[in-house]
């Protein structure tokens, strides 16, 4: 079975703070996701990643920045956070496959970040 | 534009009843991905088509690709079908694997 795991369910920042969120994966997969999940917006790309040290800019990159120096891990920073970054933040995986059409993601199950 | 919309946002039903959530989408998808969100927030991926139907127990998926629109349908429902139901896809335009999310179906069944 494929486990994706992030380092924290529930996080409560200042306003300010730096802060890491980090996502493990144990299927060696390629591509790797951050996503977050606000009410009625439903799930927005953050980043992603398609392999070790590369990077691409989701819909909403503003205010974070990923790293990515190991293939199972994906992290997501927020030089400083801000109370709009108050959100459910998810990481997903999936395998690049030849048959791109059936790359199945597999999330993590999530960390609540709020900041005050 | 690139939209994924889903109906209904809530839904209640009745343990026993069979249930309809619907996606419809703007422009030509690669794949369209069905996944379940349970309270708590984990995600666990349903089904994943490009085409036709699938069943999974009392779960089944369709799409019809001309109309833009797919559905899942949960036979026989239950109080542990309760969760967020999100569909996703993938734009023929989008040579990555990005996906864009509906905003979800939350459904609730009584006992």
């Known amino acids: 079975d494929v486990k994706v795991t992030q380092s924290s369910r529930y996080l409560v920042k200042r306003t300010g703070e730096k802060v890491f969120l980090e996502c493990v994966q144990d299927?060696?997969?390629?591509?790797m996701f951050w996503y977050r999940q606000d009410p009625g917006l439903g799930l927005r790309l953050i980043y992603f990643?398609?392999?070790?040290?590369?990077?691409e800019k989701g819909d909403i990159p503003e205010g974070y920045s990923v790293s990515r120096e190991k293939k199972e891990r994906f992290s997501l920073i927020l030089e400083s956070a801000s109370t709009n970054q108050t959100s459910m933040y998810l990481c997903?995986?999936?395998?690049?496959?030849?048959?791109?059409?059936?790359?199945?993601?597999?999330f993590g199950p999530g960390t609540r970040l709020t900041v005050l | 534009k690139n939209e994924v919309e889903q109906s209904p946002q809530n839904l209640t039903a009745q343990e026993g009843e069979f249930i309809t959530i619907n996606c419809s989408y703007s422009?030509?998808?690669?794949?369209l991905h069905w996944l379940q969100q349970h309270p708590g927030g984990g995600i666990v991926s349903l089904f994943m088509?490009?085409?036709g139907k699938k069943k999974h127990g009392r779960l089944i998926a369709t799409i019809n690709i001309q109309e833009k629109h797919s559905s899942l349908h949960i036979t026989a429902s239950h109080p542990r079908d309760s969760a967020v139901y999100i569909c996703?896809?993938?734009?023929?335009?989008?040579?990555?694997?990005?996906?864009?999310f509906g905003t979800g179906t939350s459904l609730t069944v009584i006992p």
């Open positions: 997903a995986s999936s395998f690049e496959g030849l048959a791109r059409s059936t790359d199945t993601q597999y």
């Open positions: 299927m060696d997969h390629e591509n």
């Open positions: 990643s398609y392999d070790v040290k590369m990077k």
């Open positions: 422009v030509g998808i690669s794949a």
């Open positions: 088509l490009s085409s």
């Open positions: 996703a896809v993938r734009f023929n335009w989008n040579t990555g694997n990005q996906f864009y």
